[in-house]
């Protein structure tokens, strides 16, 4: 009875942490989860954003919001069509899509996609939008991801500047916004950035007008309004030579400066602007459904574990991030791991301390949280009979409070299977001296002989082509014998070469007529030694 009051009193506490902390965490393992936070927190996309800085006659994040828009202007309310879904990349020729920001965005977008499968294009679109508002002083915006990249382009409906109030209307309707919240869409958007001559020639009629910017800040800010209700504004949508093309005048004076007006407070600004923008980037297709938002980085955080089998004995490395750690160099970071089968491991489990933590910086947006995490690292030995089903972590502090337990929500967090796993130590990640492309071995260790069969199918983000659409490569490879890893102990070594930047694998095997698999393993965190040739 005590026993399991102990073991409840236990759960209690990590759950009372986590609310200390104020911090949540996730059912392990969630690799979206996972992946959308590590984009929001640990990507460096975000810093491209930082300080709001300038490109084109514009900024980075001026280029990020309205792609963002852009891509999401195809929504149709009435049957649930379109919305973010990276369809502009196939709506590049289209004059609605004019301007090197489109380009040099997707450019940006397709060096930093490495969380695919679980982040695509359209979800990297919206955290443009999210480190662009970020990166210019405006509101802080969750992130949600589940985005799905559409395969062709959508409907040409983009609002445009010679068109008049009523098409607009019915624009923002159809894309599921009233007319007052495309009143203060216009108003969010139109804070960043400008319109660029060469583009626009209609409309910024002046050859030595590179750039006509929306208002005299460069921040995201409400400058764009009150200059307007000021009748001091520079938009060149509102008092442009050309009164076709004032679009901005004809939408901000729509309810007689109504919700101007009340923009003119910067807190309503800044709060409305959050929300719009939230919604317009969780506007999605019907049927495609996206995470919880992401408004803070998840506190206990595990890395996917590595195993590597030598001389009879396995190992398992993994790390755990501790978000907002109090100083304090007298704490102890433990993992304790329960027997497969047998009994090596005591009742309350087999231990290995921590070998040693990193400070995690937490981006753009950590920065302006004021947040601050640790990474704890680990790597156990374990005997490869017993082996190991499950593990979990112990934090103590060391000054008399009690330990925190991170078990996975009661559940610890368990391995599905250790018959079939990739050899963190035997894998090579295999790099020219000369031009050649480095390419990563991977080396199975498979607890069967050779007559066991093994393949993998990898994700890679990068596609091989140099415009867009970018889509991933996909690829499925049968593993072969490595002669160069005699079979040892009860296990089998197989091969097989991948590209330098495949992101996540599926594993399946096969060992006497019995099926192993292992999805979405983690490549970007594998630690494979070294190997250069010089060729
Ligand atoms: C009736 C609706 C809209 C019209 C007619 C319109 C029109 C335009 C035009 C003509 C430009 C110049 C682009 C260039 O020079 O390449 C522009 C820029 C921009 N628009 Fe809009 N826009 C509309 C709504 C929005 C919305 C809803 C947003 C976002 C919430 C947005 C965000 C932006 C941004 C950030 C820029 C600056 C881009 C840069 O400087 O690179 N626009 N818009
Ligand atoms: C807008 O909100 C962000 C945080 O969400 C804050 O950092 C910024 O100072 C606010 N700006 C204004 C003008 O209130
Ligand atoms: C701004 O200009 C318009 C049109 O010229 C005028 O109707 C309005 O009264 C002016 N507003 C201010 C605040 O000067
Ligand atoms: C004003 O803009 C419209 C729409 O782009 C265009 O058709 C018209 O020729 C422009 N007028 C002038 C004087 O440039
Ligand atoms: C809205 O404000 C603009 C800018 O001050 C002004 O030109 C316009 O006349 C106003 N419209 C209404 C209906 O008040
Ligand atoms: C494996 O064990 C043998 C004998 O116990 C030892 O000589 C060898 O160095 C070990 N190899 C490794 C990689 O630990
Ligand atoms: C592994 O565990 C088995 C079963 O408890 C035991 O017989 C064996 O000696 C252990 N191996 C090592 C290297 O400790
Ligand atoms: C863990 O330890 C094993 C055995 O010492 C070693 O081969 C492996 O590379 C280590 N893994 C990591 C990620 O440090
Ligand atoms: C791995 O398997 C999961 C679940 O079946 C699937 O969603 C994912 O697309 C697969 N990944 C690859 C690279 O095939
Ligand atoms: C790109 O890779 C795909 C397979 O992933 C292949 O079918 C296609 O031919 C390749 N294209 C080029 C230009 O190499
Ligand atoms: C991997 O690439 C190397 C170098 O090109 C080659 O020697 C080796 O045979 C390849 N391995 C497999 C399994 O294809
Ligand atoms: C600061 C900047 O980017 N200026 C550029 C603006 O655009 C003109 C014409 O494309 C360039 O010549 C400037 O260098």
Redesign the pocket.
């Given at each position: 009875m005590l026993q399991s009051l102990g073991a409840l009193y236990v759960i209690i506490t990590s759950g009372l942490t986590g609310l200390a902390h104020g911090l949540s965490t996730f059912q392990w393992p969630n690799p979206q989860l996972a992946y959308a936070d590590k984009m929001l927190y640990e990507s460096t996309l975000g810093l491209l954003a930082q300080g709001c800085p300038p490109r084109d006659n514009s900024t980075v994040p001026a280029q990020w919001l309205r792609i963002a828009y852009h891509d999401m202007s195809t929504h149709d309310v009435d049957d649930g069509t379109g919305g973010l879904d990276a369809s502009i990349q196939f709506e590049l020729d289209r004059p609605q899509n004019i301007g090197q920001g489109m380009v040099d965005s997707l450019d940006d977008f397709r060096n930093f996609v490495a969380g695919a499968p679980f982040l695509g294009t359209a979800d990297t679109i919206a955290l443009g939008a999210i480190f662009a508002l970020a990166g210019c002083g405006g509101p802080v915006i969750p992130f949600s991801a589940g985005r799905v990249d559409a395969t062709e382009a959508g409907p040409e409906t983009v609002p445009e500047p010679q068109q008049d109030l009523a098409s607009h209307t019915e624009a923002f309707r159809r894309q599921g916004f009233t007319p007052t919240e495309m009143i203060g869409l216009v108003a969010c958007g139109h804070t960043l950035g400008g319109v660029r001559q060469v583009d626009f020639p209609l409309v910024v009629t002046d050859t030595e007008d590179f750039l006509q910017t929306f208002d005299t800040t460069t921040n995201f800010d409400n400058a764009v309004v009150s200059e307007y209700l000021q009748n001091t504004t520079q938009n060149i949508l509102v008092v442009g030579p050309n009164v076709t093309t004032r679009s901005d005048f004809r939408i901000f004076s729509s309810d007689g400066n109504v919700t101007m007006q009340s923009f003119l407070s910067s807190d309503t600004f800044n709060e409305t602007c959050g929300n719009l923008i939230e919604r317009m980037i969780n506007t999605v297709p019907n049927g495609v459904t996206l995470t919880q938002p992401i408004s803070e980085p998840f506190d206990y955080v595990v890395s996917e574990p590595l195993f590597s089998y030598r001389n009879g004995t396995m190992s398992m490395a993994t790390t755990l991030r501790i978000v907002n750690p109090s100083d304090n160099p007298s704490r102890t970071v433990t993992m304790l791991w329960a027997d497969r089968q047998g009994s090596s491991c005591s009742s309350t489990g087999c231990t290995s301390p921590s070998t040693g933590f990193v400070q995690v910086f937490l981006g753009l947006i950590g920065d302006i949280q004021g947040l601050t995490a640790d990474r704890y690292a680990f790597n156990a030995t374990i005997n490869a009979t017993t082996s190991i089903s499950k593990f979990w972590f112990e934090i103590n502090e060391n000054d008399g409070s009690d330990p925190v337990i991170v078990d996975n929500g009661g559940s610890s967090f368990a391995i599905g299977q250790d018959s079939v796993f990739i050899d963190n130590s035997r894998s090579e990640f295999v790099i020219f001296s000369s031009s050649l492309i480095n390419?990563q071995?991977v080396v199975m260790a498979v607890r069967g002989d050779a007559s066991s069969s093994v393949s993998i199918t990898t994700f890679d983000p990068h596609t091989n082509t140099s415009t867009p659409p970018y889509l991933p490569t996909i690829i499925t490879t049968n593993l072969?014998v490595d002669n160069s890893n005699p079979a040892e102990g009860e296990f089998t070594f197989f091969?097989?070469?991948v590209s330098s930047t495949v992101t996540f694998l599926n594993i399946s095997g096969n060992i006497g007529g019995v099926s192993y698999t292992q999805e979405n393993f983690d490549m970007t965190v594998v630690d494979f030694p070294f190997v250069s040739i010089s060729q």
């Open positions: 390419y071995k072969q091969t097989a070469n």
